[in-house]
């Protein structure tokens, strides 16, 4: 009787049945009574007080039909868990949930997932059910699990084009959620009704928990990517003072293992604050590609675009947008305020530099504080904050004198071209270090009275650390004390009766919504406001702008974003 014992033990696969009948050999080798259904024990079993190990004996099953729907779809979950009679049937839940013996219930899921039919800690069955997703998600305030559903479409979708739209009055927190990848082909935007305008802030995406730069909300590894027309809201409204929490928005990060360059990102028409690393953040990697996959020969790979960014600050963090790790962005016609820089630059990843074009941009008098807890490693009895600058390229050296990253070379390619530029509490533009190709500062408007006011560069380390080898190259036609918001027109450039105000930069164009309070791109023009007329030239309701002429006909442009015409 022992030999058959081990001989049953001895065996490597053995089967539910085989276990079952094993111990009832055993019983009946012990002088037990084995009970009708096979439980250990039988009556006797009770009336002595015997413990009986269940979890052998309970068993279940889960089904689901259909096993693949489409978002929005339901489908039938089934299932029914045996228990012996001696047995507890209590707590069976089936994906969390308490549930008894048996039943079905029909579920919306929104996205693909499995379900575990379990009593207590013992797994008894599972059963999964994959979700398709149409060419278009559309995310209204109707939707069951938004955030489940646009995380499902995002990443769980095998759609080539993939466009997940966001309606009216959504407002979605995805605090807890980080690093949702928006592969290639895929589209995060407003839906075009709702989409952020003159009149309209857009639908939200927010969080509320504190994180670090390594855990920014989205990323975006590839090319063919639209994220556009919405709020993305960060944690900190204040400034944040710890150095763990530096919060990102986006971050553009190319897959490194995969060869060629990147192409056709694009962030645009979207309100970012609040993020205290940076809004956007655009990286490079050269596991691939020796000077990586974003260089200056592809300017608008990743193409940054009339968005407002602004109240991204930190102690010694806090941009609007940040390029460094070798990559590189066309960031233009946006709006930037209250940022600690507005653009800031990493130097470079290994031997590959960074760079950007910023051109056509709006930089408010708002932002540029920085706090510090020490110097030279002495710490101060309390924080000491000074006003930093606005645009920035860091070096790839430190020195005793002016810090961390200060000089050396700075980036490789900056192109600084016509913008407007605000902001006099500090240095509106510079560059620490030498560039390895170029900085050109080139058609700007600054409100600071002189050059040296507005722009500076480090050099490499030395003694005073200004050896400049390879200096910016500052053109002529840079216009300075000028404050275009000082003289504002007044005209409906949307055609609802509410006067929006109206700036002419010398180099752009801009309206200040009456809603909303904030300022878009226009237009790149010359020509300052007494230049220039307001009014609705072409009879279709809305304001346009016109050339101010006393002989001959006058040109216009029509609602001032189109190319002048001649007026009838």
Excluded at 46 to 75: L, N, Q, Y
Excluded at 319 to 343: C, K, M, P, S
Excluded at 535 to 548: E, I, L, M, T, Y
Aim: contains cysteine.
């Amino acid at each position: 009787m022992l030999q058959a014992i081990r001989a049953i033990s001895m065996k490597t696969t053995i089967t539910i049945t085989t276990i079952v009948g094993a111990a009832l050999f055993a019983q009946v080798a012990l002088g037990q009574r084995p009970h009708s259904d096979g439980v250990p024990g039988g009556d006797s079993s009770r009336d002595r007080g015997d413990e009986i190990d269940c979890a052998s004996f309970v068993t279940g099953t889960v089904t689901v039909a259909p096993p693949t729907i489409e978002v929005g779809h339901s489908a039938v979950l089934s299932w029914s868990v045996s228990v012996p009679d001696r047995c507890s049937a209590k707590g069976i839940t089936l994906g969390g949930e308490p549930v008894g013996k048996q039943g079905s219930m029909t579920i919306h899921p929104p996205r693909t997932r499995s379900y575990e039919l379990k009593q207590d800690a013992n797994t008894l069955s599972t059963t999964h059910i994959g979700l398709g997703y149409p060419p278009v998600v559309v995310i209204d305030p109707s939707t069951s699990e938004p955030v489940e559903v646009l995380i499902g479409a995002l990443t769980d979708s095998t759609n080539l084009v993939q466009v997940i739209e966001l309606s009216c009055d959504v407002d979605l927190d995805l605090t807890g959620h980080s690093r949702v990848v928006i592969g290639s082909n895929r589209s995060l935007i407003a839906s075009p009704a709702c989409a952020r305008g003159p009149r309209s802030s857009g639908p939200r995406i927010h969080v509320t928990d504190k994180r670090d730069r390594n855990h920014p909300l989205f990323e975006i590894p590839d090319s063919n990517v639209r994220v556009s027309g919405f709020r993305l809201e960060g944690p900190t409204s204040d400034i944040e003072s710890d150095k763990d929490f530096s919060a990102m928005g986006i971050r553009i990060t190319p897959n490194g293992w995969v060869a060629g360059t990147i192409h056709d990102i694009e962030i645009s028409n979207m309100e970012m604050s609040h993020w205290s690393g940076a809004a956007i953040g655009v990286y490079d990697s050269t596991q691939s590609e020796e000077r990586g996959r974003l260089t200056n020969e592809n300017v608008s790979a990743v193409h940054i675009q009339n968005n407002f960014l602004h109240h991204n600050r930190h102690y010694g963090l806090g941009y609007g947008v940040v390029v460094g790790a070798g990559g590189y962005a066309l960031i233009e016609q946006n709006v930037f305020d209250e940022n600690r820089h507005a653009i800031a630059g990493d130097s470079r990843n290994g031997m590959d530099y960074s760079g950007y074009t910023a051109r056509d941009n709006l930089i408010l008098a708002g932002g540029g504080l920085h706090c510090s807890f020490s110097a030279q490693g002495v710490p101060f009895p309390t924080p000491v904050c000074w006003q930093t600058h606005q645009i920035d390229m860091h070096g790839d050296k430190s020195s005793h004198l002016n810090g961390a990253w200060c000089c050396g070379t700075a980036g490789e390619t900056m192109m600084i071209e016509r913008n407007t530029i605000l902001y006099t509490n500090g240095i509106a533009i510079k560059i620490r270090g030498n560039p390895a190709d170029k900085a050109v500062v080139d058609g700007n408007a600054f409100k600071h009275k002189k050059m040296t006011d507005a722009i500076s560069q480090n050099g490499n380390p030395g003694i005073i650390d200004t050896i400049i080898t390879n200096p910016i190259d500052v053109r002529p036609n840079n216009v300075f004390n000028f404050d275009p918001s000082a003289e504002l027109g007044s005209c409906d450039f949307v055609g609802d009766g509410n006067q929006d105000k109206f700036m002419a930069s010398g180099v752009t164009w801009w309206a200040k919504s009456a809603t909303t309070l904030q300022w878009r791109y226009l237009n790149t023009m010359p020509g300052r406001l007494p230049e220039l007329q307001l009014g609705d030239v072409d009879n279709d309701g809305k304001c346009d702008v016109a050339s101010r002429s006393t002989t001959g006909a006058r040109t216009y442009s029509h609602n001032g974003t189109e190319p002048w015409v001649l007026s009838m």
